[in-house]
């Protein structure tokens, strides 16, 4: 029986792994977080049975207590009860699914209790790689990818030697406006930007996925987690989203993953890694498949993803920046405040106001971070 603690249980993530648990005897769910879906974490407690919950919001937190208390189950809340589900006692695997900064503080908190780290929080590597890696290995823990790409290029790993690595590449789908010009891209709406071609997401990364910032943190992301410089990241457009991503060795030889585009693929892969165990699900089918088509990023039309790379190479709390000033911009163009190129258009002019504070401790990431929220409040007065 292996535990597990859910780190943002109610979201598209959340909700997957729980579908993979609900398929395996095998897994036990020992601890829930979510932000504040307390009906769905509620059906999620009676039918998973976790000896821990935590609700970030403080409020609804109460209220799940009280829905809740015929059962033995212990309700935290805030920062510190986000902390307790990610270092309770039984839990093996971590998997941290929640979106944003919030992520940092539990994982680093995981991993000095000697858990391994299922990744599907981008932001901890983008903003922290440099502390989180280094903790991971001081504490001898594994820092498991979840997101399809990094899961391809781990699995693509396997049975090689990473100094004989040449590069990694990693695919993109290029979201619905592939093909797009600069022209075009001006009076997107909100409808067509959430209207991801391929993969069912969230909706913050579906609008990342469309504007190629989500490509860019990936790239951030795994820089880190590969330990390969910017020179050696490559990122190619895969339409049908069949290679997952590849990674190609000194002598030239290509190791690819490819599979359907399904998400339960990668986290099974990181909660049991390093065994496979049947999947339920679609199988390509390479008859009917008949071509993959691949394409160069248009770096010109999709400005935030030029300057991830850019952020990347300045290093320091760049990516910080990057990040967050991304974060609040999706938001505002959520909440229909801004327009579509304002989101890339805003990314330029944080990170040009930002002085670069190189090796970062958590303290001054967390300042970096709302330092860049007020500045975008100032930019748009
Ligand atoms: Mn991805």
């Not at 821990?52 to 212990?74: F, G, P, S, W």
């Not at 929080?121 to 903790?135: D, F, Q």
Request: charged fraction near 25%; glycine fraction near 6%; include cysteine.
């Amino acid at each position: 029986m292996k535990n597990i603690s859910i780190l943002g249980s109610t979201g598209s993530i959340g909700t997957q792994t729980l579908e993979i648990v609900r398929n395996n005897k095998d897994i036990n769910v020992s601890a829930l977080a979510a932000y504040g879906n307390i009906e769905l974490l509620e059906k999620q407690i009676r039918e998973f049975k976790p000896e821990i919950v935590c609700v970030y919001d403080e409020n609804k937190a109460k209220v799940l207590k009280e829905n809740v208390k015929d059962l033995d189950i212990k309700v935290v809340t805030k920062m510190e009860g986000l902390i307790e589900t990610a270092t309770c006692n039984d839990a093996e695997i971590v998997v941290t699914a929640v979106v944003g900064m919030i992520g940092i503080r539990p994982t680093i908190e995981a991993i000095k209790a000697g858990k391994d780290i299922a990744l599907a929080n981008k932001e901890t590597l983008v903003t922290a790689g440099h502390i989180i890696m280094k903790l991971a290995k001081d504490y001898n823990v594994k820092i498991l990818p979840v997101d399809s790409e990094h899961s391809a290029i781990f699995q693509s790993l396997r049975g090689n030697k990473n100094e004989q690595l040449e590069k990694v590449i990693l695919t993109a789908s290029g979201g619905p406006f592939r093909g797009y010009t600069k022209e075009q891209l001006k009076n997107v709406t909100l409808e067509q930007a959430l209207n991801h071609p391929n993969w069912s997401m969230g909706k913050k990364i579906t609008i990342d996925s469309s504007t190629m910032v989500n490509k860019g943190l990936e790239v951030m992301e795994a820089k880190w987690l590969f330990d390969v410089d910017y020179d050696h990241i490559q990122v190619v457009i895969q339409p049908q989203s069949v290679i997952h991503s590849m990674v190609e060795y000194k002598d030239g030889a290509v190791i690819a993953q490819l599979g359907t585009p399904d998400m339960k693929i990668p986290i099974q892969y990181a909660l049991y890694y390093p065994d496979r165990v049947f999947l339920e699900g679609d199988r390509l089918d390479f008859y009917k498949l008949s071509h993959l088509d691949f394409y160069e990023p248009d770096l010109e039309t999709f400005k935030g993803f030029r300057l991830a790379y850019e952020a990347g190479r300045k290093a320091g709390s760049m990516p910080t920046v990057y990040n967050a000033a991304n974060e609040r911009a999706v938001a505002l163009f959520l909440q229909g405040k801004i327009k579509y190129l304002d989101i890339p258009d805003i990314i330029e002019e944080c990170m040009k106001k930002h002085q670069i504070i190189d090796n970062p401790n958590l303290e001054e990431i967390l300042e970096v971070e709302q330092k860049t929220y007020l500045n975008i409040d100032e930019l748009l007065k």
